[in-house]
C-alpha cells in the first residue's frame, strides 16, 4: 500500500516537472517587464502643479480600458504626466498562458491515460507499482485538470469531468472484477 503510494506521487510529480523542463510555461516577465521597473518609478506627486499642461484622452483611457489594458504614464522631471500609453501586456500574458495550459493538457492528459491503462495492465506479481501507477496517472489528470478548467467553459468543464469520472469508475469495476476473479481461483 505505502509502496503503490510512493510510486504514484512521485510518478505524478515526475511528470509534471519533466514537461515543465521540457515545455516551460510563459514568464510574466517576458509580457510585462516594465511593471516592474522599479528604479523609474515617478515622483508620487506632482513638485509644480502650475508647469503641468498635458490634457488627458478619455475616449482613448475607455477604450483602453474597455480592451483589458492598462494606462501607462510616462513623467517629466517635475512629476508631470507627458504621455500616456496604453500597455496590453497582462492581457496578451493571459492569453499566452491559456493556450499554454491547453498545450499541456494535450500532452499531459495521453500520458495521465496512458500510465491508468500500464497500472491495469501490468502482471499481477507487480501489484503494488501497477497500483502506484495508477495512481500516478490519475494524479497526473487530476492536476492537469485543475490546470486547465479555469480556461474552460460551462459544458467543456461537466463534459471533461463526466469523462474522468467514467474512467474512475471503470478502473474501479475493472479492480472489482479482478479481485474476484483472484478469490475464485484460490479456492
Not at 513638485?47 to 494606462?71: S, T
Not at 496578451?92 to 500500464?118: D, H
Not at 485538470?145 to 478502473?171: A, C, Q
Amino acid at each position: 500500500m505505502m509502496l503503490s503510494l510512493g510510486v504514484g506521487i512521485l510518478a505524478a510529480l515526475f511528470i509534471g516537472f519533466l514537461i515543465e523542463a521540457i515545455y516551460s510555461s510563459p514568464d510574466h516577465y517576458d509580457y510585462c517587464k516594465r511593471q516592474f521597473d522599479y528604479d523609474n518609478l515617478p515622483e508620487p506627486q506632482v513638485k509644480n502643479p502650475e508647469l503641468c499642461n498635458y490634457i488627458y484622452d478619455p475616449p482613448f483611457r475607455a477604450k483602453c480600458v474597455n480592451e483589458q489594458g492598462m494606462i501607462r504614464q510616462e513623467y517629466d522631471a517635475n512629476g508631470c504626466v507627458v504621455k500616456e500609453t496604453c500597455d496590453y501586456c497582462e492581457k496578451e500574458f493571459q492569453a499566452a498562458s491559456e493556450e499554454y495550459n491547453k498545450n499541456l493538457f494535450y500532452i499531459t492528459a495521453p500520458i495521465g491515460l496512458l500510465m491508468i491503462i500500464l497500472g491495469l495492465y501490468l502482471p499481477v506479481s507487480l501489484d503494488a507499482i501497477a497500483g502506484g501507477v495508477l495512481l500516478g496517472g490519475i494524479l497526473t489528470m487530476i492536476q492537469i485538470t485543475m490546470r486547465i478548467f479555469g480556461n474552460l467553459g460551462k459544458w467543456p468543464r461537466v463534459i471533461l469531468l463526466g469523462l474522468e469520472l467514467i474512467l474512475v469508475i471503470w478502473i474501479g469495476i475493472k479492480k472489482v472484477y479482478e479481485g474476484l476473479i483472484k478469490k475464485t481461483k484460490k479456492k
